[in-house]
């Protein structure tokens, strides 16, 4: 299968930081999405973003399909955004995870 | 409507129970999929239908089972389940089941076998 690395394992802000989560894939891929999972389990949708560079609010991401990388961006965090953010990504018609970034933002 | 739906949300059982979780769709989908997330862990896929045919399992136990009746509900039939079997089941859907696709996810059922 694909390995599916996320970086950092854990990261503590303060409210109003900034940060840049990290997804690196070992292999091509037809898809890959940002999730962020509550603390209640929920995986919401942040991102579908194969290749190049979207923005919604707060939140970026960047990937860069050729590198096999992916970007996300968290501006002016808020306590709400902590949890656990997953990037998961297509290979040959299986989706896989990788571990998360658990994000706790500190009022 | 984005939304996927599963019921119950949480769920204890016995080992010797037999219990059906249950997952709704109603975006027009035709792929519909269960995974099984233990805590602190990623989600790790189960099953896929696509077009209510099983095009998916990932060697998973005969004690999980699943059914999809229609296109827009996906039941997991649980028997003699052990304890290390607790976890969140996540259902979600997609268009068709091909690679390219965003994928939609319901709220989990927490599973608690003793």
């Known amino acids: 299968g694909i390995q599916v690395e996320q970086s950092p394992p854990d990261l503590i802000l303060q409210e109003g930081a900034n940060s840049t989560l990290r997804c690196n894939f070992s292999d091509s891929v037809n898809n890959l999405q940002w999730f962020h999972q509550n603390p209640w389990g929920q995986l919401i949708n942040l991102f579908y973003i194969p290749s190049g560079t979207k923005q919604n609010g707060r939140l970026s991401a960047t990937t860069v399909a050729t590198e096999r990388y992916s970007l996300l961006y968290i501006s002016s965090s808020q306590t709400t955004d902590s949890g656990v953010y997953f990037c998961?990504?297509?290979?040959?018609?299986?989706?896989?995870f990788g571990s998360g970034t658990k994000l706790n933002v500190k009022p | 409507d984005t939304e996927v739906t599963q019921t119950p949300k949480h769920l204890v059982m016995g080992m010797t129970n037999k219990k059906s979780l249950k997952c709704e769709q109603h975006m027009g989908h035709r792929a519909m999929y269960w995974y099984k997330q233990k805590a602190k862990k990623p989600p790790e896929l189960m099953f896929v239908y696509s077009y209510e045919k099983l095009s998916i399992n990932e060697s998973v136990p005969s004690r999980f089972s699943p059914e999809c009746p229609n296109s827009s509900l996906l039941n997991l039939h649980l028997h003699a389940l052990q304890p290390e079997d607790s976890a969140l089941y996540l259902c979600?859907?997609?268009?068709?089941?091909?690679?390219?696709?965003?994928?939609?996810f319901g709220p989990g059922t927490r599973l608690l076998v003793l």
């Open positions: 979600a859907s997609s268009q068709e089941g091909g690679p390219a696709e965003t994928q939609y």
């Open positions: 998961a990504v297509s290979h040959f018609n299986k989706f896989y």
